[in-house]
């Protein structure tokens, strides 16, 4: 009796302590991963990897790794969804993209862990190459949100599970290019919003957060249009608690919205490009977001934002992503006009 009224203080001794509990992730989110018949050439010749190989340290580093794959990865596809001998048919830049595979295996590599697949691209191989995309996807242990097989043998959105933070991803897209969708394989924005919006109700209620990726808004414009700017309030008010916008390819501002319950939900309109061989200063600046979510007594908010300026190289063929360590550096002051200096941050 005394042995059980011994641990029955300790544990209303501890239950303060027990309920302010705190857990939190980290999670990198990049833009566009875009490449370009000169970007793929360099990434066949010396590995993907090499493209990038300056960030890998903060992407590793991160517990959730985020990126939009522009395109598909199917292997040995030609533009008409036809299996072909020739690597030049089956791999391609603008305006038809397909990837070879061993670039999910860098990505995998290098630190991420979910990627968005619905954009405007991603029917550039029809829907078989969507099919072959989620094969390679899975084969690297890749999470991905936004398309679905054509037997719509996985769910629209995919999970993280870190440090007892569990997250929705939830990708959708504007368009296709015009393709059809025969197989209804692709989340579309506008066309599906009924049923995106219950959607982000019901993971809200499942998982602690939910991050909602859009593929929307205007190549090349650095400010968002009222549509973004109304789908965004919709999944805020839905249940999102971050928005993390893809493919103007250039960055656009960031902003806090009013959520379900009044919660704080942040929006990054647009991460502009992670990798690509777009030739102007917006094109080339972007950068690596860090957000620091944390959870405590069930509730999970964003606690920190930030955001890692980066620069893509071209120098005499050679392409890579640079890490911005100077303020007078051209892409830190572009991206400073474009969003708030509060939020830039240097190694």
Known sequence: MMKFRLSLGLFFCLCPFLLIAKTSVQIIAVGDVLLHKPVQHQGIRKGFASLWLAA??????????????????????????????????????????????????????????????????CLDRRAIGIDKTIEVLNQNGLAFTGTRSSQHANPWFAETRTHDIAIAWLACTQDSNGMTDHHQQVLQCHRDKSEILSLIRDLSRQYDAVIVTPHWGIEYETRPNQTQQHLAYEFAQAGALAILGSHPHSVQPFTWIEGLGSRKVFVAYSLGNFISNQGSLKNRSSGLLSLQLEKENGTTRIKTVSYHPTYMENRNGNMHLTLISSKKHPAYRWLKQIISEQYLALP
């Open 56 to 121: 890998i340290p903060k992407l590793k580093q991160a517990d959730v790794t985020y990126g939009n794959l522009e395109g598909p990865s199917a292997e040995m596809l030609d533009a008409y969804g036809k299996i072909t001998s020739n690597w030049n048919e089956a791999y391609t830049s603008f305006p038809m993209f397909n990837y070879p595979p061993t670039l999910l295996a860098a990505l995998k590599l290098s630190g991420f862990d979910v990627l968005s697949t619905a954009n405007n691209h």
